[in-house]
């Protein structure tokens, strides 16, 4: 993850007068503009790894696979995954 730009902003579309603001799902990716300027060309692409995550009882390392997103734009102490 390239730190040395401020993260992409990207514009959300206010639903019209009239629309019901329930049937609209806006999800939030913090990135940078350079990553942003790739999921534009070419769209998302999963990331895989545990991050830290393992099974209480066991301790065997949880692989998780996608994209990290979040219904609420992060903090910069909150950055997801790249």
Not at 24 to 47: C, V, W
Not at 54 to 76: A, C, F, I, K
């Amino acid at each position: 993850m390239n730190l040395g730009h401020p993260p992409a902003q990207l514009r959300t579309v206010e639903p019209e007068l009239g629309q019901h603001p329930m049937h609209a799902l806006i999800l939030y990716r913090r990135t940078t503009l350079e990553a942003a300027e790739a999921i534009l060309a070419g769209g998302f692409r999963d990331a895989e790894g545990n991050w830290g995550l393992s099974h209480g009882e066991t301790g065997e390392p949880y692989t998780l696979r996608g994209v990290w997103l979040s219904d609420s734009p992060l903090d910069p102490v909150d950055v997801a995954p790249a």
